[in-house]
């Protein structure tokens, strides 16, 4: 059976470490971020769309801009996390360690929540590595 996909990317850049992890991602630092994200449908809408690539953007760029761009994404019993709120520091506290796989997976159920029925998502941590998540 054909299917139609469409795929919006958006940039944004954060920062994170991985704690009980024995390798320089145990280190504090930073991703410039390519964020995929895809929708498919058997069908197109009266316009001839899978969904308005405006409407995509809208909601995930936007969710991503106001919670993880240009934030320190950590996990939330991070013994740094005293220190940088008291620096002012834009912290984001997940309950998993902050992998490219758990933030794939955390923001394609954020923009479940937000009303967009994703199919897939990629994060790109760097030019030559992504995490992928999909539901089966």
């Known amino acids: 059976m ?6 919006k990317t958006i940039d944004f850049c954060y ?20 964020l995929e ?3 498919e449908s058997d069908t197109l809408d009266r316009l001839g769309m899978v ?3 405006t409407e995509v953007r809208d909601i995930v760029k936007s969710w991503v801009d ?9 996990r ?4 740094v996390i005293p220190a940088l709120s008291e620096l002012g520091e834009p912290l984001y506290l997940l309950d998993v360690n902050p992998t490219a ?5 955390h923001i394609f ?4 929540e937000n009303g967009l029925a994703l199919t897939e998502v990629r994060l790109w941590e760097t030019p030559s590595s992504y995490a992928v998540y999909r539901e089966a």
């Open 66 to 74: 106001e919670n993880l761009d240009h934030k320190m994404l950590l």
């Open 51 to 53: 969904r308005d690539f």
């Open 109 to 112: 159920e954020q923009a479940r």
């Open 37 to 39: 994200v895809d929708l």
């Open 101 to 105: 796989e758990n933030i794939a997976k």
């Open 2 to 7: 054909a299917r139609h996909r469409i795929t």
């Open 76 to 79: 939330r019993d991070d013994p």
């Open 15 to 34: 920062g994170h470490r991985l704690l009980d992890y024995d390798g320089k991602c145990k280190q504090l630092h930073g991703h410039n971020g390519l």
